[in-house]
């Protein structure tokens, strides 16, 4: 059981990393612009900045100004994000109390509850991160097959992948932390009957007593009693 949660334990831990980088990329959606290879233009957008790119190396980035300004979907995204970030670290943190081979926590049955707590922590985590990038996604596509949308379209950025993987990552892992309080109560504890000590001698006798005489009687002449 300790080898499942340390292995559950590191794939939440990706899931929460892949969920931090993906939070700080800027290439949550990407266009380009190429007349030919040297006059080539990336243009990447991400939940804080907007960068722009060329085939000779130079790269500008502008934050977004304001957050009044930002688009409704945007700040959705990001407070979906945060959550999926701050709900990660909380679920570290129950996930390192709730492991067997940690000294906090209290008794096995405690450790198993507070695990469990983690995995739900780290499923919601998940969650979140899952419905961000679904969100963007759906924006960016939806923008993209509409005939009548007229401004620069986008396609999915390297962001939104990683953001999805980081998703599932927790999810999975989550669960096998859920699953440790099943496996935990599900396991009988073993009793041992204590039966005394038994002495050496005690030991002997009563295999002197088990084993029959099979020693011949002996026939004494009548001079032996004189």
């Avoid at 300790?2 to 939070?23: D, E, K, R």
């Avoid at 930002?70 to 999926?84: N, P």
């Avoid at 998940?126 to 923008?143: D, F, K, V």
Wanted: charged residues 10%; positive net charge; glycine residues 10%.
């Amino acid at each position: 059981m300790l080898g499942i949660q340390i292995i559950a334990f590191i794939i939440c831990f990706c899931g929460l990393g892949a969920a931090i980088a993906a939070t700080a990329s800027n290439e949550w959606k990407v266009t380009s612009r190429a007349s030919s290879v040297i006059t080539a233009t990336w243009v990447f957008q991400g939940l804080w900045m907007n960068c722009a790119g060329n085939a000779l190396g130079a790269f500008h980035c502008r934050p977004h100004l304001t957050i009044f300004k930002v688009e409704g979907y945007i700040q959705a995204c990001r407070g979906l994000m945060i959550s999926a970030v701050c709900l990660g670290f909380f679920g570290a943190i129950f996930g390192l109390v709730g492991m067997k081979c940690t000294k906090v926590g209290g008794s096995d049955q405690t450790k198993a509850k507070i695990a469990c707590l983690a995995g739900l922590i780290f499923i919601l985590s998940g969650l979140c991160s899952m419905t961000s990038c679904s969100l963007y996604a759906n924006r960016i596509t939806s923008e993209f097959f509409d005939p009548s949308f007229v401004a620069q379209k986008y396609e999915l950025g390297a962001a939104l992948f990683i953001g999805w993987a980081g998703a599932s990552l927790c999810i999975i892992g989550g669960s096998i932390f859920c699953f440790s309080i099943a496996e935990n109560s599900n396991s009988p504890r073993r009793g041992y009957a204590y039966n005394g000590a038994t002495s050496v001698m005690s030991s002997r006798t009563k295999v002197h007593n088990s084993v029959p005489d099979k020693t011949p009687p002996k026939h004494f002449d009548k001079n032996a009693y004189v």
